[in-house]
């Protein structure tokens, strides 16, 4: 009768004694507290999308539980963001002429580097890179396609960016 009580109490025992740690949230602070966003970079073949990625960056970046938005100078650190390179691989091609595409998938290649504000050199990430994928349908033009799917895609990418900047925790 001993035993089974003996086994059973250090059983609680050693169970208890493993959650006792466990904290919920975040386990420690960030090195910055403040983040401003600087104008995006495009080096890519989408046109005039510096705006919406910026937009969506500064409203992922506020929508954050764990981040915290500046617009000002007085910011801790600031997010550069690049827009490497778009490729527009076919992803579904027409049935009457499977040499044209009807179904493109628009693929982002970024770099995100935070660093101090004032200091150039003083980076906290630098050149992460990652890709976003945004699948498009050509029916009414590849062009008007791109332009009317270039703000889910700097969604996608400022989403992206903002769970980059809460791993680097």
Known sequence: MRT???????????IGGGCASYQLGNPSQPDYGSIRVAPPRNESSLPQAEAPIATALRQAIQQSGDLEFSSATTADSVLELTLLEISRPIAAALSEDVGRGRKFELVAQLSLSLRREGDSENYLIRDRTFTVRQDIFSDSGQIDAERQATPELARKIAERAAQILQEAW
């Open 4 to 14: 089974p009580l003996a086994t059973l109490l250090a059983s609680f025992l050693l």
